[in-house]
């Protein structure tokens, strides 16, 4: 996943002095073309500090990026999206000490979405068959959703501190 963030400072620099999640900054970011986006146009600043932020602009990426002329996401599979957009950034909220970045890259089969956070612990789960809780216990849902809407599912530790965790949403 080298290159695939352009950071003007560490995560954790960040994080300690603003207290604020990592943006990439407007245009050092591109999608190439051929790969789902519309003239790999540069990735705009985006703050984003919840799931509700996170939520509305991956609907635009969608929007502007992967729904191309001939090719649509229906509304159910961006609800699928949504989902799985929802319960990364909750969790890297909940469990992870904050949003340390995220990532959005329309591809030829949907869109990859990356979000950083602080912690280094991998969900014990990540990989599992996506079962979920035995009883309703209020909690545990969010990774057997995302397991069984996300396909290529990584989790990688960053050198500096925290992970990445990156999944493809298939909106074909």
């Known amino acids: 996943m ?42 705009p600043q985006v703050a984003v500090t919840s799931a509700a932020s996170a939520r509305q602009f991956v609907r635009s990426v969608v929007r502007e990026r992967w729904d191309v002329p001939g090719r649509r996401a229906s509304e159910e599979a961006v609800i699928d999206l949504l989902l799985v957009v ?19 890259a329309p591809t030829p089969d949907g869109i990859r979405l990356s979000v950083l956070d602080y912690s280094d612990v991998v969900p014990a789960v990540v990989h599992g068959p996506g079962a979920l ?24 530790r960053r050198p500096e501190g925290g992970k990445t965790i990156s999944v493809l949403v298939p909106l074909t």
Do not use: C
């Open 2 to 43: 080298s290159g695939d963030f352009a950071l003007s400072r560490t995560a954790r620099e960040t994080h300690d002095m603003q207290a604020k999640p990592y943006v990439p900054l407007a245009g050092t970011r591109r999608i190439a073309s051929g790969d789902g986006a519309s003239g790999g146009a540069p990735q």
């Open 86 to 104: 929802s319960e990364l950034v909750t969790n890297a909220i909940r469990h992870g000490g904050g949003i340390a970045g995220f990532d959005v």
């Open 133 to 156: 809780p035995p009883a309703h216990v209020g909690n545990g849902y969010g990774w057997p959703l995302i397991i069984r809407l996300a396909r290529d599912i990584r989790v990688e």
